[in-house]
Each structure stands twice: as C-alpha cells, then as structure tokens.
C-alpha cells in the first residue's frame, strides 16, 4: 500500500507551526486560466508565458492555494519543502547568456516534471502528483509567478 507522507507548513495563522496533512483532507483547486494563450496537448520545454502579466496574476493565486502550504507563502519555505525561490539559483548569476538561457530551459523542465508527477520515493509520497489536476496553463502561469520570487544570486 502506497504511504502519503505530507507534513506542510500550514497557511497564514498557523505559518510558524507545523501539521501532518492526511491525504484525501486536501482537495487540489482547479485553476482558471481562460485568458491565457492556450498551450494546447504537447508539453512546452520552456515558460511560453514569461513577463506575461495575466499569467502572474493567475499563477501568483494557484501557487497560494496548492502549493504555499508546503513551500511556504510568497514561496519562503518554512523548511520542509524546498524553498522554490531557489530553484534556478544556479544560472541567476552566469555571464554567458547562451549558457544562461540554456540553464533556465533546464530548470524549467525540471520544474515541468516535478509540478506533473510530484516527488514519491520508495512509495511515500513527498509531493503529489498535479497532472490531471491543473492545465498546462495553469503549471506555467505558476513559474511565472515563481520567476518573480527568485532570489537575486
Ligand atoms: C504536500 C506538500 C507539497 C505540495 C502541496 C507541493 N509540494 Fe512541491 N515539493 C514538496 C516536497 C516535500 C518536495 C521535495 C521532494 C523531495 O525531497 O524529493 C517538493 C519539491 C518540489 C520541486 C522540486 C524542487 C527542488 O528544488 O528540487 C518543485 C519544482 C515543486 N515541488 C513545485 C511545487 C509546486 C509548483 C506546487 C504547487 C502546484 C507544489 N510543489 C506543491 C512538497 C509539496
């Protein structure tokens, strides 16, 4: 039997305690990205939104309800999941813009797999999975969000 494993930071009030989180008392939210240029079957290799100021707004507000009771408000992690302003920190600070731009693309398919299939190890589930749950829309919109909290190298 597989074993969810979910222990978050919990939203606003709760922030500096911590709680385990049963799976089945979470229910994913949907997201709404009417607006946003539709992106269609085939998985992008990189942020087709990047800058875009819908995508922001959208993906600032699903970031909150899915993912900040793990990787923290305003993606500060509080320490249990990795603190996502972090994620490229590694091309933030290259001279070589080609270099740069490849390190980005890296980061934003490693972002893609993470957000689709979660994080299970050895059957406990560290992350859940958000494929089926969200468009790929909406799992943009939300690295558009998190491109505006990277940390400055
Ligand atoms: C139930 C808690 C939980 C939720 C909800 C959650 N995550 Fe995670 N996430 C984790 C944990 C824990 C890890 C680290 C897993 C590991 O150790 O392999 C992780 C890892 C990641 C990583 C890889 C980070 C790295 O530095 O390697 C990304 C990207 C990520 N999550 C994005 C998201 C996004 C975006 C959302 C919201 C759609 C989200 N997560 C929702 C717990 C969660």
Redesign the pocket.
Known sequence: MKRIV???AAAAALATSLFA?AHGN?T?QGVDTTGLPVLGEKWREENPYKGNQLALKIGTS??NQ??????GLEAVSGG?????R??DRDCVGMRNEAKKKACYKEIDA??LT??RH??V?NGA????P?EGV?NQEA?WA??TY?ETRRASE
């Open positions: 979910i222990t978050c989180v979470v994913p699903a970031y899915n993912c900040a009771r793990c990787h249990i999941a990795p603190d996502l972090l994620l490693y972002f993470s957000i979660g994080k190890r589930v560290y992350m859940p958000f969200f799992m939300i690295k998190l």
